[in-house]
């Protein structure tokens, strides 16, 4: 089974229902690219009328996550991933739909193929960038992912 943008908005609605209520969708995934929308909202706003930061981390992690998501089921690999750190910047208000784009799945390949060939974690830093329908940077995340290859107990 691929994975694919509806089958990544059918998982957020029973296992994150956070970011699917919240309007967090992902628009397009392929080997090197992921794109995510969320759209400024009653029900994911601040008090300054602008979207709530935390509503862009999902959106932003998703992003990334969907890519490292996508590279691990097409490893056949049995392979754990968590976020070990992440940091964000502000620039701009966020209002109407936001596009988050993470372009670096070249990356994540070269930490599966590390990870697959020294049974080694990997990190790898991906970056998630939000713009607005003007083509404004509105916020840039960046979250570092660890994936480890699951060992097979035989006995």
Not at 18 to 39: E, H, I
Not at 90 to 103: D, E, L, V
Request: with cysteine.
């Amino acid at each position: 089974m691929n994975i694919s943008p509806s089958k990544l908005n059918t998982f957020l609605m029973f296992k994150l229902p956070a970011a699917y209520f919240t309007g967090v969708r992902t628009k397009s995934l392929d080997n090197t690219t992921c794109v995510v929308t969320v759209k400024h909202r009653w029900i994911n706003q601040n008090p300054f009328n602008s979207m709530f930061w935390a509503v862009q981390g999902m959106a932003a992690e998703l992003t990334t996550g969907a890519l490292v998501m996508k590279k691990i089921k097409e490893s056949g690999k049995k392979i754990s991933m968590l976020v070990a750190n992440n940091n964000a910047t502000f620039t701009k208000k966020a209002t109407g739909r936001i596009t988050f784009t993470c372009k670096e799945g070249h990356k994540i390949d070269e930490a599966i193929r590390k990870a697959i060939e020294t049974g080694e974690g990997q990190t790898v830093w991906l970056s998630a960038n939000g713009v607005n329908t003007d083509g404004v940077e509105v916020s840039s995340f960046n979250f570092e992912w660890t994936l480890k290859v699951k060992s097979t107990i035989l006995l």
